[in-house]
T-cell receptor, first 115, second 110 residues
């Protein structure tokens, strides 16, 4: 299995621009998570989906952030408009409850820099 | 809110044993996870505890006391490659919602 795939790996943009981050979960996993990691705040859960349905988006910082999961193999996290304080590494992770331990597997992350 | 506390940094010597502690106060508990994260990389799964006691996995062990809201990760025979951040995470409920501590950055010195 290729693992969780994220694109782009690096994104540099200017304040005010729209940013779209993409994630392909591990095939067969029915949970998908979006996290943000910064030095100051550590790893924060933004939103997670179960069977393509958003379950908890209480971690989404503002209305500027939105996430979608149109099908079981693809999700996007969009920031519009972006701000310098959005600079962070954004991780996507997937898991399944089947098998008992439901370990989350993380993608390589997208390092976002907003100038 | 959910509180998951770990020491920020630790230093140990190659070949030694180190214990990384984690205390938690959360609205729910359905398992505690330890992840390892090397600089610039994604977190990778190390261990999982849901019942009280010690789980041994070769070069490391993980312990949990649910009544005390306490866990530790024990790393044995440290190697330089064990220098990384170690993240404690609590799954809150039965739906895979997981919250992470800030992580402990471990430096292994020769």
């Amino acid at each position: 299995d290729a693992g969780v795939i994220q694109s782009p790996r690096h994104e540099v943009t200017e304040m005010g621009q729209e940013v779209t981050l993409r994630c392909k979960p591990i095939s067969g996993h029915d949970y998908l998570f979006w996290y943000r990691q910064t030095m100051m705040r550590g790893l924060e859960l933004l939103i997670y989906f179960n069977n393509n349905v958003p379950i908890d988006d209480s971690g989404m910082p503002e209305d500027r952030f939105s996430a979608k999961m149109p099908n079981a193999s693809f999700s996007t996290l969009k920031i519009q408009p972006s701000e310098p304080r959005d600079s962070a590494v954004y991780f996507c992770a997937s898991s399944t409850l089947a098998g008992g331990r439901d370990t989350q597997y993380f993608g390589p992350g997208t390092r976002l820099t907003v100038l | 809110g959910q509180n998951i506390d770990q020491p920020t940094e630790m230093t140990a010597t190659e070949g030694a044993i180190v214990q990384i502690n984690c205390t938690y106060q959360t609205s729910g508990f359905n398992g505690l996870f330890w992840y390892q994260q090397h600089a610039g990389e994604a977190p990778t799964f190390l261990s999982y505890n849901v019942l009280d006691g010690l789980e041994e996995k070769g070069s490391f062990s993980s312990f949990i006391s649910r009544s005390k809201g306490y866990s530790y990760l024990l790393l044995k025979e440290l190697q330089m490659k064990d220098s990384a951040s170690y993240l404690c995470a609590v799954r809150l409920y039965n739906n895979n919602d997981m919250r992470f501590g800030a992580g402990t950055r471990l430096t292994v010195k020769p």
